[in-house]
């Protein structure tokens, strides 16, 4: 697991020459997963935390119109593409470090969030209860999601296959016991919705996904109850 400095000089340089190559198709997938994985008490008046944007396309996607998002991450270089490809104004894209965000958050979203790429399960749940403590405001229902992928296989040293069933099902238990917090792991891969939707190319690509590279996409969401 590398450190911030380490994962903010890896991300300057993978992220000097973004494009908006898959963005729009992620922008739908995101849209899609918005209404899969959240409840209909907040299609109003939310305050979304994103941690670790990236290039933000999911952030775009994830939100909704009347919301008001901070959307945040380590690397300037994405958060200046954010700024310039996006320009949405309910968006407020700023380089900073997660841990130092202030404030509360009906829910808080983390895709592909470095932080939560660790193959040391109670790190993951320190991670957590960071943002839990400091960012989630404690009311029914608030929430956060947590997006990552894995072939379940846990041989990914420094990717992102490294969760296997048993790792999913140790971390809901841990979270569960430790926190007032109802944990349910959802796989769109299951959902048919999943594989309809920006056409044919999208159909296409998310066999691909799941027969050839094995990856399935899940997401940890985890509610206060
Ligand atoms: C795999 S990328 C995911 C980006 C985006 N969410 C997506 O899925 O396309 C991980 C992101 O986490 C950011 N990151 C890592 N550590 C961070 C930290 N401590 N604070 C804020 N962002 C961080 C990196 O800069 C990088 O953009």
């Known amino acids: 697991m590398h450190n911030s400095e380490e994962l903010k000089v890896i991300y300057e340089s993978r992220y000097k ?15 899609k997963y918005r209404k899969l994985l959240v409840s209909k008490k907040f299609q109003t008046n939310v305050h979304l935390l994103d941690l670790g944007c990236g290039i933000g396309y ?18 300037e270089n994405a958060i200046n593409f954010c700024i310039a490809q996006h320009q949405i104004d309910k968006v407020d894209f700023k380089a ?9 958050f009906e829910l808080i979203t983390a ?4 932080l939560f790429n660790t193959d040391n399960n109670n790190r993951f749940i320190e991670v957590l209860e960071h943002f ?3 960012n989630l405001s404690k009311e029914k229902g608030n929430m956060l999601l947590i ?24 971390i ?3 979270i569960e016991e430790q926190f007032p917090l109802k944990v349910s792991i959802v796989f769109p891969h299951k959902m048919i919705s999943n594989y309809f939707g920006f056409g044919f190319y999208n159909f296409a690509a998310e066999i691909l996904k799941l027969i050839i ?13």
């Open 58 to 75: 999911k952030t775009v996607g994830f939100s909704l119109p009347n919301e008001s998002v901070l959307a945040i991450d380590l690397s």
């Open 147 to 170: 997006g990552s992928f894995t072939d379940f296989s846990g041989g990914g040293k420094d990717s992102w296959y490294l969760h296997t069933k048993s790792d999913i099902e140790y």
């Open 132 to 134: 839990y403590t400091n």
């Open 213 to 225: 590279k094995r990856k399935r996409t899940f997401f940890i969401r985890i509610e206060h109850e």
């Open 172 to 174: 809901q238990k841990k």
């Open 96 to 104: 900073m470090d997660a841990f130092e965000v202030l404030g509360e």
């Open 17 to 31: 020459n973004a494009s908006d190559q898959k963005g729009k198709r992620e922008i739908v997938l995101y849209q």
């Open 111 to 114: 895709f592909g969030f470095s």
